[in-house]
Nanobody, 121 residues
Framework: QVQLVESGGGLVQAGGSLRLSCVVS????????MGWFRQAPGKERDFVAAISWGGGTTDYADYVKGRFTISRDNANNTVYLQMNSLKPEDTAVYYC??????????????WGQGTQVTVSS
């Protein structure tokens, strides 16, 4: 059974940084692209970033480009999201997901439980 567990969320001031981690168990991690999404209260789940199975290709939403970096460690079945220059509008629950390298949620088959990121102004 495939499980994804996120960690690293928390409360940070605007301009600060956080690094999210997502450890995947079950399945063959290196066979799949990974993505990060986020969902603020009352809003839909939005794409943040994705990385190809080998890590050679990444994709970012415009609103995080230049501030967030996605990476992966296939030896340790982990995907990361380094978040710098955080803004209050980045406040959301952040989810990692396994699937195809896509901005669309339906192409991801397994999801983590989410980790809360709160950015204070």
């Amino acid at each position: 059974q495939v499980q994804l567990v996120e960690s690293g969320g928390g409360l940070v001031q605007a301009g600060g940084s956080l690094r999210l981690s997502c450890v995947v168990s079950g399945g063959t991690f290196s066979n799949y692209a990974m993505g990060w999404f986020r969902q603020a209260p009352g809003k839909e789940r939005d794409f943040v970033a994705a990385i190809s199975w080998g890590g050679g290709t990444t994709d970012y939403a415009d609103y995080v480009k230049g501030r967030f970096t996605i990476s992966r460690d296939n030896a340790n079945n982990t995907v990361y999201l380094q978040m710098n220059s955080l803004k209050p509008e980045d406040t959301a629950v952040y989810y990692c997901a396994r699937g195809r390298a896509s901005r669309v949620t339906k192409w991801y088959d397994y999801w983590g439980q989410g980790t809360q990121v709160t950015v204070s102004s």
